[in-house]
């Protein structure tokens, strides 16, 4: 594993994209960044700007008027880039499945990279979550290397 | 003014514009009227008797459309809907944009959700709907077909 990819999976800074969420998932996120659960200890920061970011956490079903500017924030990423979505709406739409204003899950619009079900998920189900993705971004880079 | 005095002067003053009274409960009650009449009591009731203008909301009922316009006056604690039903044959109505500038945006988004026709509002475009919603295309009515061939309506589990 090189520094660059070891500092980038030891300081992940994260945007946060409601695309119409009924904001529980998005309080069980902020609620990860109080003392309590501290996902700080991971060196995870929350970021104002998707510029700065390394990882997208998406929480809500996709709808018409968001997928063209999904992508744009998603273009917009500097690489190496992560997705998370988080909650039910966002894997699969929830109850809004058949909504005339859902079209498709989020990983039709963009590539997913852990899905953190539940609705909403608990913190600890978060942190797991990404931290497993952590641990098998780890397992990739090594693979192979002595 | 009490509630029943209200009631009374609104039978008085449109004595054939009333269809129906229903009271539905202490605070509640729903005023049918004719749809010609909607813009001459909604202004007696934002005008002369002060109620405010919640929001409007449209139904599409077996075989007629159905405009709700909530109002409220506080001073007797009252909820008032003015209640208009619109056959599917003529789907259009007087708009209240010359009373109150507040209905701009519902009557839009009733426009674009249930395709009915707001006779006189400066802008009757579309609301919340994306760019590439197809013309004619009402997603609140009840014969709604889905358009999309790209949509995904299965969970993938």
């Known amino acids: 594993m090189g520094i660059l990819e070891n500092a980038f999976l030891k300081s992940l800074w994260v945007f946060h994209l409601a695309t119409g969420s009924c904001n529980n998932c998005d309080i069980e996120f902020l609620d990860c960044l109080t003392p309590r659960h501290d996902i700080e200890r991971f060196g995870m920061l929350l ?5 700065h970011a390394d990882v997208l956490l998406v929480t809500g079903a996709v709808n018409r008027q968001c997928i063209p500017r999904i992508k744009r924030l998603y273009e917009q990423m500097p690489k190496p880039r992560l997705v998370v979505a988080i909650g039910e709406c ?3 739409r929830g109850i809004f499945v ?3 204003n859902c079209p498709m899950p989020l990983d039709h619009v963009i590539p997913v990279d852990v899905y953190i079900p539940g609705c909403p998920p608990k913190p600890e189900a978060i942190i797991a979550g990404l931290v497993k993705l952590i641990e098998s971004r780890k397992a990739q880079t090594t693979q192979g290397k002595p | 003014m009490n509630r029943q005095e209200l009631l009374q002067e609104l039978r008085e003053r449109f004595p054939n514009q009333m269809i129906r009274v229903f009271e539905k409960s202490a605070k509640r009650v729903y005023v049918e009227i004719k749809p010609e009449a909607i813009v001459r009591v909604a202004e007696y009731l934002f005008r002369e008797i002060g109620a405010r203008f919640n929001i409007a909301s449209g139904v599409d009922g ?4 159905e405009i709700l316009y909530h109002f409220t006056v506080e001073e007797i ?3 008032i ?3 208009v039903t619109l056959p599917k044959t003529k789907l259009e109505i007087n708009s209240l944009t010359s009373v109150f500038t507040a209905a701009r945006w519902i009557e839009r988004e009733i426009h674009e959700l249930l395709g ?3 006779i006189g509002h400066p802008e009757l475009k579309r609301l919340l709907l994306p760019e590439d919603w197809p013309q004619g295309v009402y997603p609140l009515r009840k014969d709604y077909q889905e358009w999309d061939p790209n949509a995904v309506r299965d969970r993938g589990v």
């Open chain 2, 81 to 83: 809907s003015l209640r």
């Open chain 1, 47 to 51: 970021t104002g700007s998707i510029k």
């Open chain 2, 77 to 79: 604690d009252l909820v």
């Open chain 2, 116 to 118: 009915i026709n707001f």
């Open chain 1, 98 to 100: 058949h909504s005339y």
């Open chain 2, 62 to 65: 077996r075989d007629h459309m």
């Open chain 1, 90 to 92: 966002a894997l699969s």
